[in-house]
C-alpha cells in the first residue's frame, strides 16, 4: 500500500507552516470538479429529459445508477490513489490524468447528451463521474499531505471552500446572464453557457497545480481488509466524522430538495426561487472565511456544532415568523447559506485525524479516507432527497397546488436538517471527547 506522507500532531494555536500562496494555489485547485458539482447535477437531468431520446423515468434511473456507481467507486479510486503511481508529485499526476477525460466527456454531454441512447449515457456517465472522483480524491489527500497542524488544516480546507463558493456563484450566474443577455436561449444554451466555465477553470487548476509542492506517496506493505476494517471500526473518532458528514449531508440535502416548492408554496415567490438559492451561495460565499478564522481559533468541532445551531434556530424560527415579500427572503437566504460550509469542518477534522490513523492501521490511506468522506456525503444527499420525497407525498403535497399543504411543507423543511443538525451535534460532542481523551493517553504513554 502506499501512504501519503503525514503531518504530526500539533497543538492547536501553532502558527500555521504554509505559505499562502500555496494555500491560494491549493484552493484555485479545487476548480473543475467545484464547477461539476451541485450546478451541474440540477441542469444535467432536464437537459437530457428535454432531448426525448430517453423517458423521463429513464433519466431518473439514469441518475440513481449512476449514484450507485458513484457509491461503489469512490473507495476503489481512493486505495487506487494510496497504492499505485507512487513517488514525488503522485497527487499531481493523477489530477492530470483525470482532466483530460473529464474535459472530453463534459463536451460531449453538453453538445450530443441530451440525443444519445440510455446504454450510450450511462457509460458515458459512468466514466465522467470516474474521472471526478479520480480528481477530487487526489485533490483532498493532497492537502492532508500539506499540513503540519490542526491551524495548517483549518486554513486550507477554509480557503478551499471559499474559493468553492465563489466558482458555485459563477457556476449559478452563468446560466442566468446567458438568458438575459439572448432571450429566448434553449435549455442547451444554459448549460453549454455554465460548462463553459470549466473552460476557465481547468487553465487556472493547470498553472495552480504547478505551484502547488509535491508530496511523495511511498508504497508499503499491505496489512489486509479485515486488519483495517477493524482498526476503523475501533477508531471512534473516525467513525464518528463519517456519521457526522452524513448528517450535515442529510440537512444540506433536505433544504435543497424542497427550497423551490418552498418558495412557491410557503414564501408565494415561485419566481424568484432561482434569485434565493443564488442568494444562499453567496451567504456561504461571505461566512466562508469567518467559520474558517473562528475554526482555527476554538476549534472545529465546537464552531460546526455552533453552524448546526445557528442555521437550524433559523428555520425554526421561520415556523413562527415566515419572511414576508422579497427583501425579507433574500435576507433570510444569505443567513441561510452561511450553513453551507460543512465540508470546511469534515475536510479540514479528517486531516488531523490522518496521522493518527496511519499510526494504528501501520499505514497511510489519506486518499481512501477522503474517498469514504465524499461516499458518506453523497449517501447523505440521496438519502436526504429519498427521506424528504417520501414524507411529502405522506402529507399529500401536490407541486400543482402546494399550497394546499404549505404548512405540512413549511414543517418538513424547517424540522427534518433540524432534527439531523441536532444529532449531528450529539456525535460532535462525542467525537470532541474522544479526540481529548485519545490525545491524554497520547501524552501520559511516553511517561510509562
Same mark, same amino acid.
Given at each position: 500500500?502506499?501512504?501519503?506522507?503525514?503531518?504530526?500532531?500539533?497543538?492547536?494555536?501553532?502558527?500555521?507552516?504554509?505559505?499562502? @500562496?500555496?494555500?491560494?494555489?491549493?484552493?484555485?485547485?479545487?476548480?473543475?470538479? %467545484? =464547477?461539476?458539482?451541485?450546478?451541474?447535477?440540477?441542469?444535467?437531468?432536464?437537459?437530457?429529459?428535454?432531448?426525448?431520446?430517453?423517458?423521463?423515468?429513464?433519466?431518473?434511473?439514469?441518475?440513481?445508477?449512476?449514484?450507485?456507481?458513484?457509491?461503489?467507486?469512490?473507495?476503489?479510486?481512493?486505495?487506487?490513489?494510496?497504492?499505485?503511481?507512487?513517488?514525488?508529485?503522485?497527487?499531481?499526476?493523477?489530477?492530470?490524468?483525470?482532466?483530460?477525460?473529464?474535459?472530453?466527456?463534459?463536451?460531449?454531454?453538453?453538445?450530443?447528451?441530451?440525443?444519445?441512447?440510455?446504454?450510450?449515457?450511462?457509460?458515458?456517465?459512468?466514466?465522467?463521474?470516474?474521472?471526478?472522483?479520480?480528481?477530487?480524491?487526489?485533490?483532498?489527500?493532497?492537502?492532508?499531505?500539506?499540513?503540519?497542524?490542526?491551524?495548517?488544516?483549518?486554513?486550507?480546507?477554509?480557503?478551499?471552500?471559499?474559493?468553492? *463558493? =465563489?466558482?458555485?456563484?459563477?457556476?449559478?450566474?452563468?446560466?442566468?446572464?446567458?438568458?438575459?443577455?439572448?432571450?429566448?436561449?434553449?435549455?442547451?444554451?444554459?448549460?453549454?453557457?455554465?460548462?463553459? #466555465?470549466?473552460?476557465?477553470? %481547468?487553465?487556472?487548476?493547470?498553472?495552480? =497545480?504547478?505551484?502547488?509542492?509535491?508530496?511523495?506517496?511511498?508504497?508499503?506493505?499491505?496489512?489486509?481488509?479485515?486488519?483495517?476494517?477493524?482498526?476503523?471500526?475501533?477508531?471512534?473518532?473516525?467513525?464518528?466524522?463519517?456519521?457526522?458528514?452524513?448528517?450535515?449531508?442529510?440537512?444540506? @440535502?433536505?433544504?435543497?430538495?424542497?427550497?423551490?416548492?418552498?418558495?412557491?408554496?410557503?414564501?408565494?415567490?415561485?419566481?424568484?426561487?432561482?434569485?434565493?438559492?443564488?442568494?444562499?451561495?453567496?451567504?456561504?460565499?461571505?461566512?466562508?472565511?469567518?467559520?474558517?478564522?473562528?475554526?482555527?481559533?476554538?476549534?472545529?468541532?465546537?464552531?460546526?456544532?455552533?453552524?448546526?445551531?445557528?442555521?437550524?434556530?433559523? #428555520?425554526?424560527?421561520?415556523?413562527?415568523?415566515?419572511?414576508?415579500?422579497?427583501?425579507?427572503?433574500?435576507?433570510?437566504?444569505?443567513?441561510?447559506?452561511?450553513?453551507?460550509?460543512?465540508?470546511?469542518?469534515?475536510?479540514?477534522?479528517?486531516?488531523?485525524?490522518?496521522?493518527?490513523?496511519?499510526?494504528?492501521?501501520?499505514?497511510?490511506?489519506?486518499?481512501?479516507?477522503?474517498?469514504?468522506?465524499?461516499?458518506?456525503? *453523497?449517501?447523505?444527499?440521496?438519502?436526504?432527497?429519498? %427521506?424528504?420525497?417520501?414524507?411529502?407525498?405522506?402529507?399529500?403535497?401536490?407541486?400543482?397546488?402546494? *399550497?394546499?399543504?404549505?404548512?405540512?411543507?413549511?414543517?418538513?423543511?424547517?424540522?427534518?436538517?433540524?432534527?439531523?443538525?441536532?444529532?449531528?451535534?450529539?456525535?460532535?460532542?462525542?467525537?470532541?471527547?474522544?479526540?481529548?481523551?485519545?490525545?491524554?493517553?497520547? =501524552?501520559?504513554?511516553?511517561?510509562?
Amino acid at each position: 500500500m502506499a501512504s501519503t506522507s503525514l503531518p504530526s500532531a500539533t497543538p492547536a494555536d501553532d502558527m500555521s507552516a504554509l505559505r499562502p @500562496g500555496t494555500v491560494a494555489a491549493y484552493a484555485a485547485t479545487a476548480g473543475p470538479t %467545484v =464547477i461539476l458539482g451541485l450546478p451541474f447535477s440540477v441542469y444535467l437531468p432536464p437537459y437530457i429529459a428535454e432531448g426525448g431520446a430517453i423517458s423521463v423515468a429513464l433519466v431518473g434511473l439514469l441518475f440513481s445508477l449512476t449514484t450507485i456507481w458513484d457509491g461503489v467507486v469512490d473507495p476503489l479510486i481512493g486505495t487506487m490513489v494510496d497504492r499505485v503511481r507512487t513517488g514525488q508529485g503522485a497527487h499531481r499526476r493523477w489530477m492530470l490524468t483525470a482532466l483530460v477525460p473529464l474535459s472530453l466527456l463534459l463536451f460531449a454531454l453538453v453538445t450530443v447528451g441530451d440525443q444519445l441512447p440510455f446504454a450510450a449515457l450511462f457509460l458515458m456517465m459512468v466514466l465522467f463521474y470516474s474521472s471526478y472522483s479520480l480528481y477530487e480524491v487526489a485533490q483532498l489527500s493532497w492537502g492532508s499531505a500539506l499540513v503540519r497542524s490542526p491551524a495548517d488544516s483549518a486554513l486550507l480546507y477554509g480557503m478551499r471552500d471559499w474559493f468553492a *463558493k =465563489i466558482a458555485l456563484i459563477l457556476a449559478f450566474a452563468a446560466p442566468a446572464a446567458a438568458q438575459l443577455l439572448v432571450p429566448g436561449i434553449s435549455l442547451q444554451g444554459r448549460i453549454m453557457a455554465y460548462a463553459s #466555465l470549466f473552460l476557465l477553470m %481547468v487553465p487556472i487548476a493547470l498553472f495552480a =497545480i504547478r505551484r502547488v509542492p509535491p508530496r511523495a506517496v511511498v508504497a508499503e506493505p499491505g496489512v489486509g481488509w479485515r486488519h483495517e476494517i477493524r482498526v476503523s471500526l475501533s477508531f471512534p473518532p473516525l467513525m464518528l466524522l463519517l456519521g457526522v458528514q452524513f448528517l450535515n449531508s442529510f440537512a444540506f @440535502g433536505s433544504l435543497t430538495s424542497l427550497f423551490v416548492f418552498f418558495a412557491a408554496a410557503v414564501l408565494d415567490l415561485d419566481g424568484q426561487s432561482a434569485v434565493l438559492l443564488f442568494a444562499s451561495f453567496i451567504g456561504g460565499a461571505l461566512a466562508s472565511p469567518v467559520w474558517t478564522l473562528l475554526a482555527r481559533r476554538y476549534g472545529k468541532p465546537p464552531m460546526m456544532m455552533a453552524m448546526g445551531l445557528l442555521i437550524s434556530s433559523l #428555520l425554526v424560527t421561520t415556523l413562527f415568523q415566515e419572511p414576508e415579500g422579497i427583501g425579507q427572503a433574500v435576507g433570510f437566504s444569505l443567513t441561510l447559506g452561511t450553513g453551507f460550509v460543512g465540508l470546511l469542518f469534515t475536510y479540514s477534522m479528517l486531516a488531523d485525524l490522518i496521522p493518527r490513523d496511519a499510526e494504528r492501521c501501520g499505514r497511510g490511506r489519506s486518499a481512501f479516507l477522503f474517498a469514504l468522506l465524499n461516499l458518506m456525503q *453523497k449517501f447523505g444527499v440521496a438519502a436526504a432527497i429519498a %427521506v424528504s420525497y417520501a414524507a411529502l407525498d405522506l402529507v399529500g403535497f401536490d407541486p400543482q397546488n402546494g *399550497k394546499a399543504a404549505a404548512r405540512e411543507l413549511h414543517l418538513l423543511f424547517a424540522l427534518l436538517p433540524t432534527a439531523s443538525w441536532i444529532a449531528m451535534v450529539g456525535l460532535l460532542l462525542l467525537m470532541q471527547r474522544e479526540i481529548g481523551r485519545t490525545a491524554a493517553l497520547a =501524552i501520559a504513554a511516553p511517561r510509562k
